[in-house]
């Protein structure tokens, strides 16, 4: 953290460089605000779209590269294996997602960055090709896995409208900036218009219950706020799960003007999904997953258990602990990529000093010939249900047992179901198509294959960790006012699995977290 917090500010620079269009204050200057979990304002911002410009500059700068020959790059190639070679990462394996040739790229040192897992949960705010199979693989090839089970569940995102419903979209966090949450105070009220609803039967709910953060309240705990007051019966929409996103008063306040140059393309984006004007009516909300803070484990130089092994981002356990505030995951990825890998990947290569690997070394062909067992395997199965209702069922099982709130009961109910439809997915599930062809449906079930196992993973881990702590809420660990109740005691430690083999459960390895400079204690939103 230390040393995210000191390289941050390069970020800004570096962003800027690559013709990033941050905000402006009429003098030229960066501008920032605040943003949920932080009273201050102090983070930098391009409107309601920060990663995606950021994500822009990034592309111009590697699209330079690779127009300068420096950078190679595959596009659409997906990494289905780790090639290890005595202990060491040696490359990986692809498949061609257009021809479907399996073949291999060989390195001194690996770097995955390869994203989150949130769609495990099927549903999620991520896109619809975030995976966990790059990680999972190289899990299985000896890299621990470190907290899987804490999941950011993000408290800002446009209600579930169906059942086949394959996304879920995120209202950006900012727009707690200026919206006020709230639902009716009486559960009768919750089917009339808002409009109609006065003032005094309306519930501002994190304004009431957290009065120094307000509306601001870090996401887990903004999150499970709207779960209770919809569980209370007091949820607004289809189904009752969605509380209102009021910008009412901010229009009253600042203009309809100023909201539309704040927040026009989200506010559009909202009417767009919903049908509904925000400028009018409250926007509803609902929380969905966002964001995984787990991932593989690595050490300060972002080095896995594998050495040679390096993995940047959401994919990596680093930096976030249990809970990731709004404005970090990039600042980490940034820094990651920018600032520590250049710097690190240099030193493992003075001191590992890789020997030449021959192509056809057998660790390299037995891996490849790994992926296309594995790929045959999934086409072979041949049965009738399609690859789409495993995963529904899969983010159905993870959402109601491993999801906002968890409890004992659950989470073994949820490690009985998944091995069983783990089992009816490799017995049952149809994949039309060949290998040798672009086939998404293919790419798809590989993907959900690894999900179904590391759900298990992610059970297992969230049944273990007696205590509730940031993304990680146990109903059986709490306040009496229902905050989370850490147990410090028992698990100030870093819960990094191995793999065990197939049909093993993994073993628990603990790295305790050791604070010097900070008191643990717990901190108070109210
Ligand atoms: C809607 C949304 C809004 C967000 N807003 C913010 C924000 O305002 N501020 C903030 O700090 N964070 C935000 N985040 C979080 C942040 O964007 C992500 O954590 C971050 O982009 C992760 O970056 P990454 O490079 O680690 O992974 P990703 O951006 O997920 O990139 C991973 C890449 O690896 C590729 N890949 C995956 N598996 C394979 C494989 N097996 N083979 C080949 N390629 C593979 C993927 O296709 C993808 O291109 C937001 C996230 C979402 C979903």
Partial sequence: MYRLAQISVNIIDQCVAQGVPFAREYGGLLANRSFG?????????????????????????????????????????????????????????????????????????VVLATGGYGNVFYLSTNAKGCNATAIWRAHKRGAAFANPCYTQIHPTCIPVAGEYQSK?????????????????????????????????????????????????????????????????????????????????????????????????????????????????????????????????????NLMSTIPGLHVAGEANFSDHGANRLGASALMQGLADGYFVLPYTIGDYLATARPEPLAPDASEVKAAVADVAARTARLLGVKGRRSVASFHRELGRIMWEHCGMARDAAGLTQALELIPSLREEFWQDVSIPGSGEELNQTLEHAGRVADFLELGELMCRDALHREESCGGHFRTEHQTPDGEALRNDEEFTYVAAWEYAGEGQPAILNKEPLVFENVKLAQRSYK
């Fill in 168 to 300: 879920l979209t995120l209202m950006s966090e900012s727009l707690r900036n200026d919206g006020r949450v709230w639902v009716p105070k009486r559960r009768e009220d919750v089917g009339k218009k808002p409009g109609d609803i006065p003032e005094s039967d309306r519930d501002y709910y994190l304004e009431r219950k957290y009065p120094s953060y307000g509306n601001l309240s870090p996401r887990d705990i903004a999150s499970r706020a709207a779960k209770e007051a919809c569980d209370d019966g007091r949820g607004v929409g289809p189904g009752g799960r969605g509380v209102y996103l009021d910008f009412a008063d901010a229009i009253k306040r600042l203009g309809e003007d100023e909201i539309r140059e704040r927040y026009g393309n989200l506010f559009e984006m909202y009417q767009r999904i919903t049908d509904e004007n925000p400028y009018a009516v409250p926007m509803r909300i609902y929380p969905a997953v966002h964001y995984t803070m787990g991932g593989l484990w690595v050490d300060y």
């Fill in 37 to 109: 979990g932080a009273q201050v304002s102090r983070t930098f911002y391009a409107r309601g779209q920060t990663g995606q410009q950021l994500l822009l500059g990034a592309y111009q700068a590697l699209e330079k590269e690779i127009a300068k020959g420096g950078v190679s790059m595959f596009p659409r190639s997906e990494m289905l294996d780790l090639i290890v070679v005595n202990g060491r990462a040696r490359g990986i394996v692809v498949r061609d997602e257009v021809s479907g040739t399996i073949e291999p790229h060989l390195a001194d040192a």
